[in-house]
């Protein structure tokens, strides 16, 4: 691990980190996690296991100290590293000739999807909440993260890729 790329990912971390604290409430409270982006932007510049490792439990105890949602300190510790292993194995899987700026947005749909799911039922089993408030939650809170997060990636994603290559650094 070179402190370099750790110092990139501690600054994604925490633009993510204030970007999550600002989002404002959807749905009951919840708010769509920006966080997840900023987590996968950083997978998709550093695709090595230990760098997915420290992010995902970089980013699930930020992401715990500042939810608001009932049930979601404990969910965002057990969601997050399994969304980011998740999402490495799909980026792993998929064939290096795809465009990185096609390949990056749905990435990130999936990931913000199957992040909402995880952390959706993990909440609503440490709460106890009722099975119907899942479908609810999904389609007011999940669903327009999944939007925020792809056109928060379409845009980024090509710029912060620009300016690294402009400042010659070496990708891990």
Do not use: C, W
């Not at 993990?122 to 709460?127: D, E, G, S």
Request: without cysteine; charged residues 10%.
């Amino acid at each position: 691990m070179r402190t370099k790329d750790l110092v990139l990912l501690a600054l994604f971390m925490g633009i993510g980190a204030v970007l999550h604290i600002i989002a404002p409430p959807i749905l009951f409270g919840m708010k769509p996690d920006i966080m997840l982006p900023m987590m996968f932007l950083g997978i998709l510049l550093f695709p090595h296991v230990k760098y997915v490792l420290v992010l995902s439990l970089a980013t699930g105890v930020i992401s715990a100290l500042t939810t608001a949602a009932p049930g979601g300190q404990v969910s965002n510790l057990i969601e997050k590293p399994i969304t980011a292993f998740i999402f490495f194995a799909l980026l792993l899987i998929i064939p290096k000739q795809v465009n990185q700026k096609v390949l990056a947005p749905i990435l990130v749909a999936i990931g913000t999807f199957v992040s909402g799911t995880i952390f959706l039922t993990l909440a609503l089993y440490v709460i106890g909440l009722m099975e119907g408030a899942f479908t609810v939650m999904v389609a007011g809170v999940v669903l327009p993260a999944v939007l925020f997060n792809v056109v928060f990636t379409i845009v980024l994603y090509p710029i912060i890729q620009s300016i690294l290559q402009r400042s010659n650094f070496k990708f891990a």
